[in-house]
């Protein structure tokens, strides 16, 4: 919720209306009604459960495209995305970034999407942080 620290708001509902009047023909009339009372709970929405995107090795797609992958879809520069992915060649596994859940299921749909479109098996996958 994004109102803290407000107590009450008075609602105002406004009715807007066509009056009979008795003749043939009718106006419009709005009333005003005041006075409900609405409480605002104070309470905070939980943050959204965050997600690490991560990349795994295989034997065969090319370090170098590796390194584009993380560049362009990650935003990293080349020495981080060099770092990245000799972790990911040395130890199996290496993290990408954490993200929300939308945004780390569309990274790692691109990520994919792009090693497919060049007949690499490079594997991206996510678990919650
Ligand atoms: N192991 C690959 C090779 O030797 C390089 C590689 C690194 C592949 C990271 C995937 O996520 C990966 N060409």
Redesign the pocket.
Known sequence: MAIIGLDKFVVIIKHTEWLDTGSKSAIMATRVQEGGVLEAKKERLKSPPLYKVL?????????DF?VVVLQTIFAMNRERATTV?LR??REGV?ECGTFTRDVATAKVDQVVDLARQHQHP?QCTMEEA
């Open positions: 990349l795994l090795n295989d034997d065969f797609t090319p370090m590796v992915m990911v060649h290496g490079l």
